[in-house]
């Protein structure tokens, strides 16, 4: 039996030093999968990707593995790098990936799995591979924010999201698939898209293992705000909240806002206030980059993880921040609430007033955060070994093995 993973998305990444949410879920289901079907297993782990160059195959195993530990050092380690590297330097390693057809076509039972959106706006493209692949295709799903949410998307997000969509659904039906969702919030947003009957198999993200360093020392209390700069984040509600607390409080009760994430799109008023705004200055940080160590030890000594978006589909830097037992202030979302439960503290994301008394009672130590520190412990923190248990799952099904319903599904799964 094959487990083919498509690792296209991280091929793409090449240049890049540090990771995006999507990079890291990845990772993990190669990770994940080769402890799973190893070469000795009854199933083979074989990489494949769409090349930058265009071009579909088979990763050699060699390459592919050293690729994998050349991004996870990069990622953990490397606090100046450049945003980008140059061309030139990454050719070497470019070539080295080059898919080749060797293997492809040739595993019986093959179950074809992509953990992220690449390519996937081409739809006759992945029904090529799934055709030469003779293969079932299994897709995570992260979310529909821009078909949901137009208004937090680029210009033609919605539009490029609903080919996605659409060659998740033509895929999984012509090839008897399914669909992995990362919540089950995803997951009712994806059923009206699939043939009736095609599985959808819930599975919570894993929790990114965080360096065990020592919290980052700091004069003030201060608190982070962890993802991309995009509109659907909100930081603008932290942001008019921060000038009005410089404004109002002595310099020595004014707590630290640090924005951690790289700037996004159709943001300029953050973005202005980020780089204008004088009453900000000494108070508010922005950091683009952050290796995991670096944020590690900031996470561990913030008073909390501060997320006020609008919409999410499931939210990492929640169980991020909760598994160092860091308190959480987040908006009222069903995302949120599946990975967060009772820990953190939930706020409509349009309640400044609110916000502004979770903040500072978090900041001065105050029954909030004494209530939810004692209720920390209680948190069940996700693991990707969970999740990975019913991806495999969702593999021996598409593969015929054995019969298999999600432990967190969507009503029930059923073979495809």
């Excluded at 093959?110 to 030469?132: D, E």
């Excluded at 965080?210 to 962890?226: G, I, K, M, N, T």
Aim: charged content about 20%; glycine content about 10%.
């Amino acid at each position: 039996m094959t487990v083919i993973l498509d690792i296209s998305r991280l091929i793409s990444r090449l240049r890049y030093s540090t990771p995006s949410g999507v990079d890291r879920v990845e990772m993990a289901y190669a990770r994940g999968l080769l402890a799973r079907y190893g070469p000795d297993g009854e199933n083979t782990l074989a990489f494949a990707a769409v090349h930058p160059t265009g071009r579909y195959g088979r990763v050699p195993h060699k390459a592919a593995l050293a690729y994998l530990d050349e991004l996870e050092r990069r990622w953990a380690n490397e606090a100046d790098a450049p945003r980008q590297r140059a061309l030139a330097s990454v050719l070497p390693r470019l070539a080295a990936l080059l898919p080749t057809g060797r293997g492809v076509g040739s595993g019986k039972g093959a179950v074809y799995v992509q953990a992220s959106p690449h390519h996937l706006t081409n739809a006759a493209k992945v029904h090529r591979i799934l055709v030469r692949e003779r293969a079932r295709f299994l897709c995570l799903v992260h979310d529909l924010i821009p078909i949901e949410f137009p208004e937090y998307a680029r210009p033609s997000g919605a539009a490029l999201h609903r080919r996605r969509m659409e060659t998740v659904a033509s895929a999984c039906a012509t090839s008897g698939g399914a669909a992995v969702v990362n919540s089950a919030a995803t997951g009712r947003a994806l059923q009206p898209w699939l043939a009736p009957g095609t599985p959808i198999h819930v599975a919570l993200l894993g929790t990114e293992t965080l360096p065990p360093v020592a919290a980052e020392p700091s004069e003030r209390p201060y608190f982070v705000c962890l993802g991309t700069i995009e509109p659907r984040k909100n930081h603008l509600i932290l942001l008019n909240l921060w000038r009005h607390l410089a404004a109002t409080l002595p310099q020595e009760r004014i707590p630290r806002l640090i924005v951690i994430g790289r700037r996004g799109w159709e943001n300029e008023q953050v973005f202005d206030m980020l780089e204008r705004c004088p009453a900000l200055v000494g108070h508010v940080e922005e950091l683009g980059g952050c290796p995991d160590v670096r944020l590690s030890a900031l996470l561990r000594g913030a008073r909390a993880l501060v997320m006020p978006s609008f919409a999410e589909g499931y939210g990492m830097p929640v169980a991020e921040a909760l598994s160092v037992g860091t308190p959480v202030i987040c908006s009222d979302l069903p995302a949120l609430r599946e990975v967060g439960g009772a820990a953190p503290d939930y706020l409509d994301p349009l309640d400044g007033p609110g916000w502004k008394a979770a903040v500072l009672d978090h900041a001065e130590g105050g029954p909030l955060h004494a209530d939810q520190m004692a209720r920390l412990p209680r948190w069940h923190n996700p693991s990707w070994s969970e999740h990975m248990a019913i991806v495999a799952g969702a593999i021996a099904c598409l593969q015929g093995q054995r019969a298999w319903a999600g432990r967190r599904g969507i009503g029930r799964s059923a073979a495809g």
